[in-house]
């Protein structure tokens, strides 16, 4: 039963693989990857230094510890690879003249979980929790409670990450028209 499963998870794995390969075959996505990676992580950074008074690079820089700018770090890289495949897959259909509701029902469901994703990445910062659970209303309390949790709540994004890259992967390999 257990080497079932390793081949079914091996299997998900090479599903991604092959796709970011046939993506980046173009070198503009390798780019378009890179530059969606460099913004989300600037982002990480950068939105707690605008948006908490006082606050600035230097301080920010050093209240992040190596676990934090390592899930960062992943978070980022797998939002610009997922961004990529979007465009990517959204170009060959359009190519293609099968850019239809349900493909650009995925691509923005897909673009979204990566959004959401990237958002639940602010859980290394407690001042950028307090700043987004402020504007949904939720109390310090839930910032607590997150940042008690940070390593769960990290780890979850990048898992949100995985299954918009599953999904992604997917379509572009031809497995499913629907995702």
Do not use: W
């Amino acid at each position: 039963m257990a080497t079932n499963k390793l081949s079914t998870e091996t299997m998900h794995v090479k599903l991604i693989y092959f796709a970011v390969m046939k993506v980046f075959t173009e070198k503009i996505y390798i780019l378009l990857a890179l530059i969606m990676a460099a913004f989300f992580f600037d982002l990480f950074i950068f939105i707690p230094v605008f948006t908490i008074p006082g606050n600035d690079l230097k301080f920010q820089l050093s209240i992040y510890t190596r676990e934090n700018y390592i899930f960062m770090s992943l978070l980022a890289t797998l939002v610009g690879v997922t961004f990529a495949m979007q465009i990517y897959e959204a170009r060959k259909q359009k190519a293609l003249r099968k850019f239809l509701p349900p493909v650009l029902k995925g691509t923005v469901l897909s673009g979204a979980s990566g959004i959401f994703g990237s958002i639940l990445g602010t859980a290394s910062c407690a001042s950028c929790l307090a700043f987004l659970f402020g504007l949904i209303g939720l109390g310090a309390g839930s910032v607590f409670f997150v940042l008690k949790n940070q390593s769960y709540f990290l780890f979850g994004a990048i898992v949100l990450m995985l299954i918009s890259l599953y999904f992604s992967a997917r379509k572009i390999n031809n497995i499913c028209d629907s995702c």
